[in-house]
């Protein structure tokens, strides 16, 4: 049975109403490449990451990964971490839970929402957001199953609704489709069926409400330019698009311009496998909306090394096949600042 857990982590954090009520509200996605945690789980094919398996996942290890996530998160908005932050590669709520108490974060009153997915190797989305400036309206389990495989345990998208601090609300999805291990074109259905169960949630939320704000990020583990943006989701380029033949805006068509930048390094391309897709009410310059109509990417020295092989840098990752590098993920964080206003 799937879980649906709103931690209730309580920690003092104080700021003056007028700080929270002016500063930006920042929005973002963290594929944190394999957040698990040692313990053997017998109910998922986690093995390799455990003290004994393939990868010697030991409680240090583990330790050292949650503080290097917690640096990043409270790195990437200038020393003031995320209001709301989407992840991937989790494995339950435990590592959540020492996430928000026990490394860097452990001061901002971080709480989350997850789900236990049918994901066979027990790696979920989540959502971490500050209590102090956040408040969870609902959040609930969207599962996929792929019609032309109805064996195949896929990862759940994650469907939340927050209230923001001038009390607007917005819709976020938090996604982690179908990787192209196994070829790219053999895997193009799955992430075609997954773009069209978001698809189909978009809709109904507009249907409901035409002017809703609507996020959906995540490791689409396609580009910007890929189908199942473009012809399934349906995602058009704010800069250059009719605005009026689409609903919904990929804000990362922008890095395809840009030398050596993205989200994910593959051999010698930087690309976005990582991506914030808005409806335009966040593109309005009025209300709530994102400023500069942008999304950025959030890479510090600490998380890129040199890239001997193809030149250049690479993402400074935890592991290199079965070898341990102790660095921090092998994505880069993706992320937008909202301005909010009453």
């Given amino acids: 049975m799937k879980r649906l857990l709103i931690c209730t982590i309580l920690t003092i954090h104080t700021f003056a109403l007028t700080a929270q009520e002016s500063s930006p509200i920042v929005i973002g996605f963290y594929n944190v490449e394999n957040l698990f945690h040692p313990s053997d789980d017998s109910l998922k094919n986690d093995d390799a990451f455990t003290p004994t398996g393939l990868y010697h996942w030991t409680y240090g290890k583990y330790t050292r990964k949650i503080n290097h996530i917690g640096k990043v998160l409270l790195a990437l908005n200038g020393w003031e971490p995320p209001d709301i932050m989407g992840l991937a590669e ?71 609704v927050a209230r923001l601090p001038n009390g607007d609300s917005i819709h976020i999805v938090v996604n982690h489709w179908t990787s192209r291990y196994g070829g790219y074109a053999p895997t193009i259905p799955k992430r075609n069926h997954y773009a069209r169960v978001v698809r189909a949630l978009a809709d109904s939320i507009l249907a409901c409400e035409p002017t809703a704000n609507i996020l959906i990020t995540g490791d689409f583990n396609d580009y910007p330019t890929d189908e199942s943006i473009t012809e399934v989701l349906r995602a058009g380029d704010w800069e250059k698009d009719d605005r009026s033949q689409h609903t919904l805006f990929d804000l990362m068509f922008r890095f395809l311009k840009m030398q050596n930048i993205g989200s994910h390094k593959h051999e010698d391309f930087w690309g976005c496998l990582d991506q914030i897709i808005v409806s335009p009410a966040l593109l309005d310059d009025s209300g709530t909306y994102i400023i500069g109509q942008q999304a950025h990417i959030f890479m510090a020295d600490f998380m890129v090394e040199p890239d001997d ?33 009453n």
């Avoid at 997915?117 to 979920?124: E, F, I, Q, T």
């Avoid at 079965?322 to 660095?327: D, N, V, W």
């Fill in 309 to 341: 092989k193809y030149g250049g840098y690479r993402v400074y990752r935890t592991y290199s096949g079965p070898r341990y590098i102790g660095g921090y993920a092998d994505h880069l964080p993706v992320y937008v600042k909202l301005k909010i206003e």
């Fill in 90 to 160: 989790v494995e339950c709520a435990a590592v959540l839970k020492k996430l928000c108490r026990d490394s860097p974060l452990k001061e901002y009153g971080y709480r989350y929402v997850h789900h236990d997915s049918p994901d066979a190797r027990g790696v979920d989305v989540a959502l971490l957001y500050r209590a102090d400036r956040i408040t969870i309206l609902r959040g609930r389990a969207v599962p996929v199953v792929f019609p032309f495989d109805t064996a195949c345990r896929n990862r759940d998208l994650l469907y939340v």
